[in-house]
């Protein structure tokens, strides 16, 4: 197989973040992910002062690294290119190869990550088809694999949260904590893909640390509702990020003068509290998609939100085109189903904007 041909397939198949060519008057809902970087940001990329990062001296990326390590309560953080980079260095740092990781049959690691886990680590998945993205005591226990001369044994537990695939779905500390128990009994570490752990903090009204003290690690993303261009943050215990640093050298991701966009990142953390807009943003967008007929909506708990149009009788890519048609962009998220997601580029006008394109789209 050409590498060239490994690369167009998952584009052709997956219909999700193929390139687009955008309209000045499209409303992209594609994903949190297409933010652009506000004036404070870009003073904040052309005002850090920075150094070389893999030698550990830009002081902006230290700050950050600091500053992510406490806003989630943890030791240390590492700053990542991206949040696959992330998962991807935290399984490989918790795990030895030919090791199971127990993990939801719908998250990112399992569906949206290119068996990274296998083509990285050595790793095997053992999915769980669990209620809300997060497995139960139950399920992670007739999971757990108990290494002996035949059984590679279960290496890691990955959670997720918000749920991306589920719908953005914040779960509480309680059902984090129920799930990371049983899997710490048998000397499993968690690790938790929080891409959107802010998102979840917010619609939960608790704290970020609260969400992730009962896990061994964490990753969360800078470059999604919080609006950064680039960057991701990994953290845990010191010696967990001591190695996660080797790690992310052997994956490519050791940075030279990263301050420049480890700045925008350190402006990014400052808003968390914003991301309630983006909720209350895609509850207006659910609410007004819902009016359509032969549309199903999944009442959003976070900025995404699962729209099923099996009822209009077309399918997912054909309501995706339509909406495209009709000035929205929209996500293809399975046969019938299309992703909404909100975030700070888009307004309340824009929403009713989308809704009443939608209308006219999708009716
Ligand atoms: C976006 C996302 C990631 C990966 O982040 P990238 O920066 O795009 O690599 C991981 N997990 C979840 C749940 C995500 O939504």
Request: charged share 25%; proline share 4%; glycine share 12%.
């Amino acid at each position: 197989m050409s590498g060239i041909g490994w690369v167009d397939r998952p584009r052709a198949v997956v219909g999700y973040m193929t390139v687009e060519r955008v309209r000045g008057d499209m409303i992209d809902l594609r994903s949190d992910t297409v933010t652009t970087p506000d004036e404070a940001m870009r003073e904040a990329a052309a005002e850090a002062p920075v150094g070389d990062d893999v030698y550990g001296e830009d002081p902006t990326v230290n700050e950050l690294e600091k500053r992510a390590a406490e806003r989630v309560g943890m030791e240390a953080a590492l700053y990542v290119p991206t949040g696959t980079m992330g998962n991807q260095i935290a399984a490989q740092v918790h795990t030895e190869p030919g090791e199971e990781v127990l993990a939801d049959v719908e998250s990112h690691v399992v569906k949206w990550e290119l068996g990274g886990f296998a083509v990285h680590s050595g790793l095997q998945l053992r999915t769980v088809d669990a209620d809300r993205g997060i497995p139960t005591p139950g399920e992670v226990a007739d999971a757990h694999v108990e290494a002996d001369l035949h059984r590679p044994g279960t290496g890691l537990c990955c959670l997720e949260n918000t749920h991306n695939a589920r719908g953005g779905l914040a779960n509480g500390p309680d059902r984090i904590a129920a799930a990371a128990e049983v899997a710490h009994d048998r000397d499993v570490p968690v690790h938790l893909d929080g891409a959107r752990l802010f998102n979840a903090a917010v619609a939960l009204n608790r704290s970020a640390a609260e969400l992730v003290a009962p896990v061994d690690s964490v990753m969360f993303c800078l470059s999604k509702g919080l609006g950064a261009p680039v960057g991701s943050m990994l953290a845990g215990s010191e010696e967990f990020i001591e190695r996660a640093r080797r790690s992310r050298k052997l994956f490519g991701g050791g940075m030279r003068q990263a301050g420049v966009i480890a700045g925008p990142g350190l402006r990014a953390l400052e808003n968390v509290a914003e991301l309630s807009a983006d909720h209350e943003n895609a509850a207006a967008l659910a609410e007004g998609l819902e009016g359509i007929e032969g549309v199903a909506v999944r009442p959003p708990e976070t900025n995404i939100v699962l729209v099923d149009v099996e009822g209009t009788g077309s399918s997912a890519e054909d309501a995706v085109g339509a909406l495209r048609e009709a000035g929205v962009l929209a996500s293809r998220f399975g046969e019938t189903t299309i992703r909404l997601c909100t975030h700070r580029d888009v307004d309340r006008t824009d929403v009713e904007t989308a809704v009443d394109r939608a209308v006219g789209a999708l009716a």
